[in-house]
């Protein structure tokens, strides 16, 4: 009884401590490695393609922040239990979000394009 009480007080606790301890048990290989060597980001040789890389880094992290509207708005129309403001905003969110990532794909196709022509 008293085991049954603790687990119903402190739930919450409970699910952190354990996303806290798979955390660790997921990362600890991360740190076993003991070669572990990263390139220099910083090691071009000239300009322009320091500019590119920087470019690419930043459309992937708005990929990314596509993905996370994606996510969101699948949240947000999932949990609307039938309110028709709910699913109207979860539905603009990803159809937004898919404009956003097709903007993104048609961006980094065109700089890639561009960035072929202008470094050879």
Same mark, same amino acid.
């Given at each position: 009884?008293?085991?049954?009480?603790f687990?119903?007080?402190?739930?919450?606790q409970?699910?952190l401590?354990?996303?806290?301890?798979?955390?660790?048990?997921?990362?600890?290989?991360?740190?076993?490695?003991?070669?572990?060597t990263?390139?220099?980001?910083?090691?071009?040789?000239?300009?322009?393609?320091?500019?590119?890389?920087?470019?690419?880094?930043?459309?992937?992290?708005? /990929?990314v922040?596509? =993905? +996370?509207?994606? @996510?969101? &708005?699948?949240? #947000?129309?999932?949990? *609307?239990?039938?309110?028709?403001?709910?699913?109207?905003? /979860?539905?603009?969110? =990803? +159809?937004?979000? @898919?404009? &956003?990532?097709? #903007?993104?794909?048609? *961006?980094?196709?065109i700089?890639?394009?561009?960035?072929?022509?202008?470094l050879?």
């Amino acid at each position: 009884m008293r085991i049954k009480k603790f687990f119903n007080n402190n739930r919450k606790q409970i699910f952190l401590l354990f996303l806290f301890f798979s955390f660790i048990l997921l990362i600890s290989p991360v740190f076993a490695e003991e070669s572990l060597t990263l390139p220099d980001p910083l090691d071009h040789r000239d300009i322009p393609t320091l500019v590119t890389d920087i470019i690419k880094y930043v459309l992937g992290m708005v /990929g990314v922040l596509a =993905l +996370v509207m994606f @996510i969101y &708005g699948g949240i #947000i129309w999932m949990t *609307s239990g039938g309110a028709e403001k709910q699913i109207k905003k /979860g539905k603009d969110t =990803l +159809v937004w979000a @898919i404009f &956003g990532l097709a #903007i993104i794909f048609f *961006s980094y196709a065109i700089l890639d394009f561009v960035i072929k022509i202008f470094l050879k």
